[in-house]
């Protein structure tokens, strides 16, 4: 496996991981993320609590570098009205419901569903730029998507990387990850394994016997 100009590995797809992502930029159209950097950029001033999850969270927590599809950030799904306030006049918002997509605004003020997410893009004839997974609030507490026990302030579930960017613990994206059981998971699992202390595997364990009680990684952790 070669890497690409800039040192990232590319993601390892199966013929239906690409078949899938193919008819995906047919339906929706195509995307050209912001990197986390330039989301700080962008939402700096916003006084709510963001921060990075999926691939880019596992690369800032072990220096694994590889290809990004999109960038994902979440915040907190009370905060849904202040981000679409932010934003305005720069990105419009759409909210995805399980691939149904509406633009929030005066029409659609709020979401649907706290745990559902928001794709940001400049207008309709531009790609989309960000991924929004919502977290789900609990009187201003981080809630769990698939684990609703787990409740937390932010600032337990999340760390600070140099970069001055808040960023998802990773083996809260791992578990998040492993209800997918994609391949291109695999070297993220593989680069976090050696970082995680024995507390952080013993939760990701239980997280993973709750969710996802077959999988693989349990053997590996």
Same mark, same amino acid.
Request: no cysteine.
């Given at each position: 496996?070669? !890497?690409?100009?800039?040192?990232?590995? *590319?993601?390892? +797809?199966? %013929?239906?991981?690409? /078949? $899938?992502?193919?008819? #995906?930029?047919?339906?929706?159209?195509?995307?050209?993320? &912001?990197? %986390?950097?330039?989301?700080?950029?962008?939402?700096?001033? #916003?006084?709510?609590?963001?921060?990075?999850?999926?691939?880019?969270?596992?690369?800032?927590?072990?220096?694994? +570098?590889?290809?990004?599809?999109?960038? =994902?950030?979440?915040?907190? !799904?009370?905060?849904?009205?202040?981000?679409?306030?932010?934003?305005?006049?720069?990105?419009?918002?759409?909210?995805?419901?399980?691939?149904?997509?509406?633009?929030?605004?005066?029409?659609?003020?709020?979401?649907?569903?706290?745990?559902?997410? @928001?794709?940001?893009? /400049?207008?309709?004839? !531009?790609?989309?730029?960000?991924?929004?997974? &919502?977290?789900?609030?609990?009187?201003? &507490?981080?809630?769990?998507?698939?684990?609703?026990?787990?409740? /937390?302030?932010?600032?337990?579930?999340?760390?600070?990387?140099?970069?001055?960017?808040?960023?998802?613990?990773?083996?809260?994206?791992?578990?998040?990850?492993?209800?997918?059981?994609? *391949?291109?998971?695999?070297? =993220?699992? $593989?680069?976090?394994?050696?970082?995680?202390?024995?507390?952080? +595997?013993?939760?990701?364990?239980?997280?993973?016997?709750? @969710?996802?009680?077959?999988?693989?990684?349990? $053997?590996?952790?």
């Amino acid at each position: 496996m070669t !890497s690409s100009a800039d040192g990232r590995r *590319p993601l390892v +797809r199966t %013929p239906d991981e690409q /078949a $899938e992502e193919d008819a #995906f930029f047919t339906v929706y159209g195509a995307w050209e993320p &912001l990197t %986390p950097i330039e989301v700080a950029h962008e939402l700096a001033g #916003f006084d709510h609590p963001w921060w990075v999850v999926g691939g880019w969270a596992i690369e800032a927590a072990t220096g694994y +570098r590889r290809e990004h599809e999109d960038t =994902d950030i979440s915040i907190l !799904s009370t905060d849904v009205p202040a981000f679409v306030e932010f934003v305005k006049g720069r990105w419009h918002v759409w909210n995805n419901t399980g691939g149904v997509i509406h633009p929030l605004g005066q029409r659609w003020p709020a979401v649907e569903q706290p745990g559902n997410q @928001l794709w940001l893009r /400049a207008d309709a004839t !531009s790609p989309w730029v960000l991924d929004v997974p &919502l977290t789900p609030a609990k009187d201003g &507490l981080w809630t769990h998507k698939y684990l609703p026990d787990h409740v /937390a302030p932010v600032d337990d579930v999340t760390w600070i990387a140099d970069d001055g960017i808040r960023y998802l613990l990773p083996e809260i994206v791992l578990v998040y990850k492993a209800r997918l059981r994609r *391949p291109k998971d695999e070297p =993220d699992f $593989e680069a976090t394994l050696p970082i995680l202390t024995p507390e952080r +595997r013993e939760w990701m364990r239980h997280a993973l016997r709750t @969710l996802v009680p077959d999988h693989h990684w349990l $053997e590996r952790l």
